[in-house]
């Protein structure tokens, strides 16, 4: 019983350095989670540059932009709830629906800022509750990565 307890207590020690270690190299757990919203917004930056440019330069009609930007919404939100479940190691639906939160309301947030009205649409439900669903999708995948 003594050899187990004293790899128990060996065990606890490396995974604590490892978080402090963890921590140290990203930073704190703010700059962590601002990490994971920058990916979120860069990778909805790159889909909408690209789906521009396809808009562009062929014959592709807008009427998929809905599409498009649900689509966005869900990779962009799994994104950051996979990357804020992973940097606290625990609790990924919770930390999942707050990345895909605070995400769709920082989004809700800059669209209304461009367009000069803070109304919600139906549509704007529905990508709150797209955002919410990937980000726990997400926060599962992430607080569970090897």
Known sequence: MGKEKGKKEKREKKENYSRRTRERQTGGTALCLL???GIAFAITCIIFIGFGMILTYTAASEESLPLVSLICTALSAAAAGYDWAACKRKRGLLWGALAGLVYTAL????????ADSFVLHAS??????????????GGILGVNRR
């Not at 989004?107 to 461009?114: E, F, K, N, R």
Request: glycine share 12%; net charge positive; no cysteine.
């Open 107 to 114: 989004l809700y947030v800059i669209t209304s800022l461009a």
């Open 35 to 37: 990490r994971g919203m």
């Open 124 to 137: 704007g439900l529905m990508t709150l509750a797209v955002a919410l669903a990937a980000g726990v999708i």
